[in-house]
């Protein structure tokens, strides 16, 4: 407890949101398509800002692309940039997936925004519920990225390519893996069937991978979906 206690009063202190995902890449860094540094921020920036359009976002924020390999994205509490790190980038096979990673800081910098001060405490319930703020940000980011033309399943995909699976969440800022990716599909399942029912993901293997190791949790939520709505179609 003491350990969580401390890594959250540092993102405080130092004005970082909560981040899509961190750990350290130790493979050798791909070419990539784009060679140059200021290609690579154009590409980010193209991404980023037209998320930022198409949903019509009236709060201000930047977007960096860093070289570094770790594999990581977050956006900062103060300034409300949101840094993206080749690390990750080097994971991404689509804009769509890259939109999915943006899509989410994009959500924690609105955030930022809010309360007295123009937001200058808005950060202090991501110390004591970080959990919560992460899921509202994946599904949020997933409206996010329908409203720009991208394919939200591919928050799933980038999810299940990144992610480690911790065995327990009670001490960690982020929900367990597993559970992330149930979360984001059964939001799609219930307010954007269409990506299931025409799913272009549906022969990509970490797709494929996902509905092998998520059966269970997928099997609650239809139980879940049609006490409500007394749905009868599954969408795999």
Do not use: W
């Amino acid at each position: 407890m003491k350990k969580f206690l401390i890594l959250s009063l540092c993102g405080l202190l130092f004005g970082i949101a909560p981040s899509f995902a961190s750990t350290e890449l130790n493979e050798s860094e791909p070419i990539g398509v784009f060679k140059t540094q200021q290609q690579k921020q154009r590409y980010i920036n193209s991404i980023g800002f037209r998320i930022l359009n198409a949903n019509k976002i009236k709060q201000r924020m930047n977007f960096i692309y860093s070289s570094k390999k770790t594999i990581n994205a977050f956006s900062t509490h103060v300034g409300r940039s949101i840094t993206i790190y080749h690390g990750i980038i080097a994971y991404t096979d689509s804009e769509d997936e890259i939109a999915a990673i943006l899509s989410h800081e994009i959500s924690h910098s609105i955030d930022s925004y809010q309360g007295i001060f123009r937001g200058t405490f808005s950060n202090l319930p991501h110390l004591f519920v970080p959990r919560k703020y992460e899921r509202k940000a994946d599904k949020r980011g997933v409206d996010f990225m329908v409203n720009a033309g991208y394919n939200p399943v591919a928050m799933i995909v980038m999810m299940n390519k990144v992610f480690p699976q911790d065995r327990y969440e009670f001490l960690s800022t982020h929900p367990l893996a597993s559970r992330r990716m149930a979360y984001v599909y059964e939001y799609i399942y219930t307010k954007y069937p269409q990506y299931l029912k025409n799913n272009i993901y549906q022969d990509n293997i970490y797709y494929q991978n996902f509905l092998l190791t998520s059966q269970d949790n997928r099997r609650k939520l239809q139980k879940k979906i049609e006490s409500k709505s007394d749905k009868r179609v599954r969408y795999d």
